[in-house]
T-cell receptor
Framework: ETGVTQTPRHLVMGMTNKKSLKCEQH?????MYWYKQSAKKPLELMFV???????ENNSVPSRFSPECPNSSHLFLHLHTLQPEDSALYLC?????????????FGPGTRLTVT | GENVEQHPSTLSVQEGDSAVIKCTYS??????FPWYKQELGKGPQLIID???NVGEKKDQRIAVTLNKTAKHFSLHITETQPEDSAVYFC???????????WGAGTKLIIKP
C-alpha cells in the first residue's frame, strides 16, 4: 500500500471552498491518472499524465484542475464543486501510459461536498 | 459510446464454492481485458488479465476466459475463501483512444 499514497483520505468541503488532493507514487512510474469512483458505477477516467504532460482530459468540468509538477506527484485542485461531485477520487500510476500496463492505485480520497 | 456491462452486481457464494463474474464489451477491436480486485478501504489491484490471442488464462484459483465472437469474458474463482470477498471490476481496452473502459463492479460476498 505504500506504492501510491493519497492525502487526505477524507475531505468534506462546502460548495464555495477551494481544496487540493495530493497523490504521490514511489514506484518510478512515468504515467499518473485521476479517476472518479461513484457507487455502483464504472470507474471514470478524468485525467492522464505521461512524463508530466497531460495526454487525456475526458471532458472534465473546469472546476477540477489537475497539476503534475513531476512524474512522482499529482494534484487535483478543486473549486466551486457541486454535491454530485461527492465520490471517491482514486489516483493511479503505471510504467507509462497505455492500456497494457498495470495500473497501481492509491487508497483514494473520499470527498463529500456539502 | 463504447461500454462494458458487468453481471451480477452482487454475488454471494458459500465458502469453498466457485464464483463466476461475466462481462460483455461493445468494441470489437478490444484486445486487452484486465480484472481488478478492490478490497474495502483500498484501491483496485490487478489480479489477472488476458489478451485477445488466447482464450483462457489461469493463475492458481482464478481464471479468465474470453469469447471474442460473442464479445464477452468471465472471471472464475474456485474454492472461494473469505479473503476473496471484495469488489471485482472488469475492463476492456477501447481501440479508438487506447483507454480502458470499466465495468460497474461486482461485490463478491463469501459466506462462512
Amino acid at each position: 500500500e505504500t506504492g501510491v499514497t493519497q492525502t487526505p483520505r477524507h475531505l468534506v468541503m462546502g460548495m464555495t471552498n477551494k481544496k487540493s488532493l495530493k497523490c504521490e507514487q514511489h514506484l518510478g512510474h512515468n504515467a499518473m491518472y485521476w479517476y472518479k469512483q461513484s457507487a455502483k458505477k464504472p470507474l471514470e477516467l478524468m485525467f492522464v499524465y505521461n512524463f508530466k504532460e497531460q495526454t487525456e482530459n475526458n471532458s472534465v468540468p473546469s472546476r477540477f484542475s489537475p497539476e503534475c509538477p513531476n512524474s512522482s506527484h499529482l494534484f487535483l485542485h478543486l473549486h466551486t464543486l457541486q454535491p454530485e461531485d461527492s465520490a471517491l477520487y482514486l489516483c493511479a500510476s503505471s510504467q507509462t501510459s497505455g492500456v497494457w500496463y498495470e495500473q497501481y492505485f492509491g487508497p483514494g480520497t473520499r470527498l463529500t461536498v456539502t | 459510446g463504447e461500454n462494458v456491462e458487468q453481471h451480477p452486481s452482487t454475488l454471494s457464494v458459500q465458502e469453498g464454492d466457485s464464483a463466476v463474474i461475466k462481462c460483455t464489451y461493445s468494441d470489437s477491436a478490444s484486445n486487452y481485458f484486465p480484472w481488478y480486485k478492490q478490497e474495502l478501504g483500498k484501491g483496485p489491484q490487478l489480479i489477472i488479465d488476458i489478451r485477445s490471442n488466447v482464450g483462457e488464462k489461469k493463475d492458481q484459483r482464478i481464471a479468465v476466459t474470453l469469447n471474442k465472437t460473442a464479445k464477452h469474458f468471465s472471471l472464475h474463482i474456485t474454492e472461494t475463501q473469505p479473503e476473496d470477498s471484495a469488489v471485482y471490476f472488469c475492463a476492456a481496452h477501447m481501440d479508438s483512444n487506447y483507454q480502458l473502459i470499466w465495468g460497474a463492479g461486482t461485490k463478491l460476498i463469501i459466506k462462512p
